[in-house]
């Protein structure tokens, strides 16, 4: 079945800085850049295969798509305040990734406005943590949203598993499926209480008594969803998670040529549909209201693009729109040091096929002939910090052109 419908968002409202962040399953093993953190990648290795394309991609049917903002760099004391005033701006919900604070502690924060919010870790990185301390920070952000929270995993590359977390790291796709289903397993007894008894190569929980069961939830357990870029993570996602989520560094080309094939692929393995599951899948965004401001919007997107591109686990989005060879050369400026040359080295073409730039409503125009009938939910993510009014606008204007 065709992919379908959605959206999130990363940005600055007036009178607060915000770090433009990465998603959390991307890695670069080298010191990053000012206000730019690591997040999502599909860490299993996976050869760069060339890619077929799809010519026609579906506008959004139905109901106007969802808007979703992030919370990264946003000081813990303003989180309230900021997660009220993105609200005002029209968004319907905001999420976490992995960055200076702890991925759920935000969210609680975002909570306790007590408007309707839906949240999101996008993503936690997995493997470090144990799956009953997962399945604990879940179901508390379940309960005290309202049955709003989604849980959003990412395996990180081994080189932060091992040596910034100081964990093993071995066969990400095998363990990250077998990590939900640990927590499916803790998710029923703490649901339904029965005994827990889940035994894995990699996890294994036999005991949960009556102290340590928070008991069942009226909305029941939150959904699971996965960070995934290659074929085989982004297949077993389909198959067992209840989404994925999708990384904001890639092209139509990459998309329609690996990610939806690889999601049909999973779906198809566990007889499931289309509607079964939900794609949240990010964009890069440089959007501003003004010419000043759409300027600095590009350089940020510039910079954006270099940084990812630098990264080698990210070179097939590059091979699949015939750029691969762009990769070392990036790579060996961020080893130099030359984070200022980055955007230098990304054509107006790789921008144009891998972000989103212009005005609020070129931009909505964009992601709509883009991601239109390819995702449920997509997480913008905006490296400049675009102003209260032009996000308010942006939000606007991709409501009314996804309705």
Known sequence: MPLRRTLSASSTLAGHSIKCV??????????????????????????HSPVAVVDHVKPWEGAPVKIDANLVGVPLHAVPARTAALLDA???????????????????????VQRRVDLMTNAAVAFPRNPIHLAHSAWDLQDFSG??????????????IERRFGVEWSTPVARMRELVGALRAIFATFQEGGALQFDGKFYRHRLMTPMFSPGPLSSGAPPILLG???????????????????LPFHGRRFLEGVTIPAINSGLEAANRTRADIEVVCGAIVGVGGDEEERQSALDGVRGLLGFYGSTPAYRRVLDAEGWGDRQPVLQRAVRSGAWSELGELVTDDMVSALAVTGSPSACAQQLVERLGGLADRVALFLPFQCSEETLTQLVAELRAASA
């Not at 399953?25 to 996976?46: F, K, Q, W």
């Not at 029209?90 to 306790?112: I, K, M, R, T, Y």
């Not at 049955?147 to 932060?160: K, S, W």
């Open 228 to 246: 995934a870029l290659g074929p085989q993570m982004t297949a077993m996602a389909a198959e067992v998670a209840d989404g994925v989520l999708v």
């Open 22 to 47: 990465l998603p959390a399953d991307c890695t670069p093993t080298l010191p990053v850049p000012l206000e730019i953190n690591p997040g999502i990648v599909d860490a299993s290795a996976e050869a």
């Open 147 to 160: 049955g709003r929270f989604r849980l959003g995993l990412a395996t990180q590359v081994r080189t932060h």
């Open 90 to 112: 029209g968004v319907d919900g905001v999420f976490a990734a992995e960055g200076p604070n702890d991925v759920f502690f935000p969210l609680a924060l975002a909570a306790s």
